[in-house]
Every structure is written in C-alpha cells, then in structure tokens.
C-alpha cells in the first residue's frame, strides 16, 4: 500500500498554486529519512508572480496605520497560538524536532515575537521637529522600505520565518519569503492560517532551492533582501544585492566561545553548557559548541560534561524523554560526522562521535577535548551536537582564544568575580555576551553579530527599524 504524499504549494497575491512549470522537490522527514510530502520547485515566472502581488500590494499596505498593522499581527499571533497543535506537528515532521520542546520552547516565543513587533509598529521613534536653521522647520519620517525579500534557514523554520515576516509587515512593508527546500511544510502552513487576516499580497511563500533564492534576491522589485543562514549563502546575497544597491540583512553563522573561569559554579556551568550545546541538536548559530576552561578545572569539567553528554537523549519526535531528535538531512549529517572523522591526533573524543541508528538523521552528543586553536573543528562551524574543550592559562589567553575565529555571533563567560565579567563582557567580540547563562533570548532585545556572522539585528527595536528608511522633510517657515 502507498502512502499519498502531501501536496505543498507556494502562496501568491491570496492564491496558493504549484510552479508555474509543475517542478517540485521531495520534502523528507529527518526522524524516518522517508519522503512525506512535495513542495514546488519554483524558478524565475513563479519568483516574478510573488514579486509583482508584493508589489501590487505595498501602497496599500504601506498607507494602514501603525494600528491597523498592529490589530492584524496580533490576530495572527493569536490565531498561531489556536492552531499550535497543527503548527508543532508540521515543524516537527519538517525537521525531526522532539514534539513536547517545539511546543513548549518553541511556539510561545514565537507568539511573544509577533505580539511584541505589533506593539513596535507603534512606538517608532525619531528625533523632535524644530528648527535646526533659521526659519526652516525638520521632521523626520520614518517609512517602510517597500518590498523585501527573506530567505529562511532550516533550523528553526517557523521562528525564523517570525522573524522575518513580523518586522517587515509591523513597518509597513509586503514580504516575499521562501523555507529552506528541506523544510517548507510550516511556512505553507502558516501561509494558510494567515490568509484570512492580511490583504492579499502583503505576505507569499515561494517554495524552492538555492536558485530560487538568488532568483529573488537579484529580482528588480525588492528594496531589501533578508537571509538567516550559512557565510557562503550570505557572502553571495551581499553581492547579488550590491548590483542594484538593495539594502541588506545578514544572520549567519556562529562559533561562540563559552569561557568557564575557576571560580564558576562547575555543576550549574556544565548542566546548562550541555543543553545549550545539544539543544536542537546543536544546529543552532548560538549553540554552547566551543568551551574554553581554566586549566585548573579542566580535567574535572570534561569529565563531567563527558557524563552529561553521555546521560543525554537523542530519538524520536514522540519520545517524551530526548532533549533533540535528527539532524536536518544527509548532508549534515554527513557534514557532522566529516568533522569527528578529520580530528586531528591529538584530540580525544570523550563521548559520543558516531551515528545513532540506521533510520533517520540521528547523531550522538559528543565532546572533544585535547584541541588546539588552529584545529579545524575549533575555526569551522560544526552546526550539530558536537562539544569541544580547550583549556586557557589565563583571562588574557582565554580572550585570545575565544575571540580568535570568524565568528562574532554570540558568547558567554561563567564567573563569580563580577570585575572580571565585565572585562569580558567589554572585550569580546561577540553580538551579546551572557553571563553566566546561555542561549536565552528575548523580543527586547536584538539578536545579530560581527565579523563573518553578518550584519543587522533580529528581534527589537533596533530589528524593526533595520525594516524602515529615514526620510528628512524641511520646510520653509516662510510660506
């Protein structure tokens, strides 16, 4: 007996509909490794429509009021929150995702994200009207961008999507967003839930590959082209979009350091760092992959995080006890197991380092120490749940370390000497820096990096206002 497979399709101008030349891709479930559904394989006529409903749709939505887009992302929150079921269940099979953490980790922040961007498309702020020349008057507007163009990793496939989508259309603007090809199933969904609430064209998924993306980015129509994902996909948007000067958002990779001083609370330090290092099987561009310990407790910390890892949990969407299920597809999981297999002699793998099962994507927690710097593992994100341990003599060397990558994404310092954890906190060169905690994140406060990780907030005010440009209006007091 053969099982149907789901039929997934873009979302255009109000209208869901295959590829205009009926191309489509198999979409797999990471747990099983069996095909489950089909989502289009859209090329450039299919990129054209969304762009053109975008467009149609901007003055329209670009002239609401700050209260009108409120009350409509507010709905969506709430209507995301009435179908959470529906969406964990999508996000789940979209990437093998334990059901119980996606529902309980997952969709409330999301929901808290779309309610907080309503309440900023409210609250814009600019500098007071007055007369800064003689007999001239200046206001400042601030208006939304136009169309933009989002590119969403697969990860985190629905939150991601929230954070494009919900800023963009809180400013005023109309959205063109397309999944990651592995993992189109919730954005289709949420297409669907939000077609009853947006004039039509203000928000369309198009679903398809990396040449679907660079289609949209190099379209004429966007005024701005937004990607959560690797540094290559991100170096190539940034070129693509300089050739008509299209304003660019950048989230990319990480390699964040998670320095543990002597004086830290050892117990607390590892429980945390090893739930941040496996959550989501460590496919996450913040994840706590790179602990660098004091010397004098390095030995006592690999042993413990080596037992922690070996006491966690890796298996099936439904299995209420797994802290992560299966990494994305066959080439991460490829990708994960390369790195372990090219480790260098003098490394030593302290748990974990091989596939779990033959049936799906599932990879072991693992932990190396005995690494040096220049190691590949060390320079290179991994992007799955692979801890490694270096050891520092001290804050100046532990610096050294942690700030000697690409990377400038994310941090953390573990330490009771306060002093210290300011010097740190000042000195690394990281996006946000947690202190004594890690991988927490809030709507208030924006989420973004340095360096190689990219440029642009997500989350805040300051990732609302990256979706708006500033206009000077100076009038003659004179008539």
């Known amino acids: 007996m053969t099982t149907e497979l789901r039929r997934l399709r873009n979302y255009i101008g109000g209208e869901f509909k295959d590829a205009a030349d009926g191309r489509t891709t198999d979409v797999v479930n990471p747990a099983t490794g069996e095909v489950y559904a089909t989502a289009p394989l859209s090329g450039q006529a299919d990129v054209d429509a969304a ?27 709430d209507a995301f929150e009435a179908r959470a079921d529906e969406l964990v269940a999508a996000e789940s099979e979209n990437t093998g995702k334990p059901l119980g953490l996606t529902a309980s980790e997952e969709l409330p922040p999301m929901v ?10 409210r609250l814009l702020e600019g500098r007071s009207a007055g007369e800064y020349m003689d007999g001239m008057t200046s206001i400042i507007r601030r208006e939304p961008v136009g169309v933009c163009a989002q590119v969403a990793p697969w990860n985190y496939p629905m939150m991601m999507a929230v954070w494009k989508f919900a800023p963009a259309i809180a400013a005023g603007n109309t959205v063109v967003l397309k999944p990651s090809d592995t993992t189109p199933a919730s954005t289709v969904l949420m297409a669907e839930i939000i077609d ?42 940034a070129e693509s979009a300089s050739k008509d000067v299209k304003r ?32 989501n099987a460590g496919q996450d561009c913040t994840a706590a992959t790179r602990v660098l310990v004091h010397e004098s407790i390095h030995d006592e910390f690999v042993a413990a995080l ?16 797994v802290l992560y299920g299966a990494l994305n597809n066959p080439n991460q999981l490829a990708q994960v197991a390369g790195f372990i297999e090219r480790l260098p002699a003098h490394a030593k793998v302290e748990a974990g380092g091989h596939r779990v099962g033959d049936k799906g994507y599932f990879y072991a927690p693992t932990v190396v120490s005995g690494l040096k710097q220049d190691d590949e593992i060390i320079q290179n994100e991994v992007f799955g749940p692979v801890i490694t341990v270096q050891s520092f003599s001290d804050e100046a060397q532990a610096l050294e370390y942690a700030n000697g990558v690409e990377f400038a994404l994310a941090s953390s310092v573990w330490t009771k000497d306060h002093g210290r954890a300011m010097r740190m906190s000042k000195n690394l060169d990281f996006g946000c820096v947690w202190i004594n905690t890690h ?37 003659s007091l004179d008539g």
């Open 51 to 77: 762009m053109a409903a975008a467009a149609a749709a901007f003055p329209g939505w670009r002239d609401t009021t700050p209260s009108e887009r409120q009350k409509a992302l507010l709905k969506i929150a």
């Open 112 to 121: 808290d994200q779309i309610r907080f961007f309503a309440g900023a498309a």
């Open 306 to 321: 080596a037992k922690a890892a070996s006491e966690t949990k890796t298996g099936a969407p439904d299995d209420e006890d």
């Open 248 to 279: 660019v958002h950048l989230e990319l990779g990480g390699k964040a350091p998670v320095v543990v001083f002597e004086d830290a609370d050892l117990a607390k330090a590892v429980e945390d760092i090893a739930v941040a290092g496996y959550f």
């Open 196 to 237: 009853s609430i947006l004039p039509k064209g203000v928000f369309n998924v198009v679903c398809g590959d990396r040449e679907t993306g660079k289609a949209m980015v190099e379209h004429s129509t966007p005024a701005m082209a937004s990607i959560t994902g690797s540094v290559r996909a991100g170096m190539q948007v």
């Open 439 to 475: 991988i927490p994140l809030v709507a208030e406060m924006p989420h973004g990096g340095f360096k190689k990780s990219g440029y642009g907030k997500d989350l805040s005010a300051y990732g609302f206002e990256d979706y708006t440009r500033i206009k000077h209006v100076m009038t």
